[in-house]
């Protein structure tokens, strides 16, 4: 089954289950015979982002190229499910921007700061507390929640599958997806 590409923008705090959710999302677009691609801030500051830092330019930079890559992948007719904090709205809006009606949802994963530093799978919140990671969102960095997100996911108060459903749900009430 061809579908047509568009991004899916995922939007938290660390901790808060973006990439993981992406990628229960990817294994059921997969599954239902959709091509889709999971684009996180990790893996493109592994390759294409290695030579950004953590700069307010550099990151705004980063969501830039991500924007970018997406274009490109929704233009094959991939699904890209792109998990950043995304900590700025003007970032966000800018990103909007690169897309035609309807290619872009916003999907804010809202989760609590202390439910995410309880999560920590990476112990960063541990190391901005004690000063060693300096601009780290949600602690020494502002993170401005979406005022107009298409989908609020509840990341605290459900499970990763009934997120995944409740984006499926969306996707088909919105007619993005069809025969799902």
């Known amino acids: 089954m061809r579908s047509t590409g568009y991004v899916l923008w995922f939007t938290g705090l660390s901790g808060a289950g973006k990439t993981t959710l992406a990628n ?6 997969n599954a239902k015979g959709l091509s889709s691609y999971v684009l996180d801030g990790d893996r493109l500051r592994l390759g294409l982002n290695r030579d950004l830092d953590f700069s307010p ?20 007719g991939t699904i890209v499910l792109a998990a950043f904090i995304s ?52 602690i020494t960095a502002a993170y401005e929640e979406p005022e107009s997100p298409e ?13 995944v459903q409740q984006i499926l749900v969306y996707l088909r009430t919105r007619g993005i997806m069809h025969q799902m």
Not at 24 to 29: D, I, P, T
Not at 88 to 106: A, P, T
Not at 107 to 132: F, I, M, N, T
Not at 151 to 163: F, K
């Open 24 to 29: 229960r999302l990817h294994h059921e677009l």
């Open 57 to 76: 330019e550099d990151r705004s930079e980063n969501l830039r190229r991500a924007g970018e890559v997406s274009k490109i992948l929704i233009e094959t």
């Open 87 to 138: 900590p700025s709205k003007s970032d966000r809006h800018r990103i909007r921007q690169m897309f035609s009606d309807g290619k872009y949802i916003e999907v804010y994963v809202q989760c609590p700061l202390h439910v995410c530093e309880s999560r920590d799978p990476k112990g960063l919140y541990k190391k901005a507390r004690r000063g060693a990671i300096p601009d780290f969102t949600g």
């Open 151 to 163: 989908l609020v996911i509840q990341a605290d108060q459900q499970s990763i599958s009934a997120c």
